[in-house]
């Protein structure tokens, strides 16, 4: 069993032009195959024997979803950092964190995350390799982190393991402030870490477990052993190609 989950559903400052494209009033909100994106997430949290879910959103549509599917809202804060902030304050430790556009999401890749943790860490992150993800979804569009050890990109699973983890929410919210002031996210951060990890000269999991000793925590990478774990449905080509996915499963 997993104790508890948040899904981050926040709205956009002035809407999501995508989620308006599609016409609906936030992105978790567009169907698959028959079910809303935000209908897929919490069932695969399910699959993976969650406990307690909880979902990041303001009143309106997704909060009355929500109700439907019996999982808990929390309102949302002034950025991502501080709504997970408060799904921690209300959850505690030990919570996975995901989001609501994670269209894929399969109980397996969650179940991953929690198991391959080590057990002294106090959060991990799960990142795919670019091979691994072009194997899986040829021709897709992800961003990038390039390191000693290939390209990576971020698949929205966090695993907050202890209290400690709270730290690097903290840090996090410290960073979303001063994103005009990159100097001052170096300085926290320390600028011989990013500058080695600019230019590859440092593994990823190197990389993480030296950002989170800056930060008090230890942190760790888990491997997404499938690539698809790192698409999620921000733009009208994902949508495109995530439902064609899909649909060539269903006729299997």
Not at 135 to 140: F, I, K, L, N, T
Request: with cysteine.
């Amino acid at each position: 069993m997993i104790r508890s989950a948040l899904v981050l559903a926040g709205t956009r400052i002035g809407g999501d032009p995508f989620a308006a494209e599609q016409g609906v009033e936030h992105k978790a909100l567009i169907e698959i195959d028959g079910k809303t994106i935000l209908e897929r997430v919490v069932g695969a949290l399910r699959d993976a024997q969650v406990e307690r879910i909880a979902v990041s959103c303001d009143e309106g549509a997704v909060a009355e979803l929500c109700r439907k599917l019996d999982v808990e809202t929390v309102p949302t804060r002034a950025g991502p950092s501080a709504s997970v902030a408060a799904g921690f304050e209300l959850l505690g430790a030990p919570m996975v964190v995901t989001t609501s556009d994670h269209a894929l999401l399969e109980g397996a890749w969650i179940t991953q995350l929690v198991e391959d943790t080590p057990p002294d860490a106090d959060l991990s992150v799960m990142l795919a390799h670019r091979e691994k993800i072009e194997a899986a979804m040829p021709g897709s569009r992800r961003t990038y982190l390039r390191f000693a050890d290939g390209r990576w990109s971020g698949c929205n699973l966090f695993y907050l393991k202890t209290a400690d983890a709270r730290r690097a929410i903290d840090v996090w919210g410290m960073v979303e402030a001063d994103r005009k002031r990159p100097w001052r996210i170096a300085a926290r951060l320390g600028f011989s870490t990013l500058l080695s990890m600019l230019f590859g000269r440092m593994t990823l999991a190197e990389g993480l477990s030296r950002l989170g000793s800056r930060i008090g925590v230890k942190a760790a990478l888990v491997s997404a052993e499938n690539g698809l774990a790192a698409v999620d449905v921000d733009k009208a080509e994902d949508l495109a190609a995530v439902r064609a996915l899909v649909a060539g499963r269903t006729e299997k």
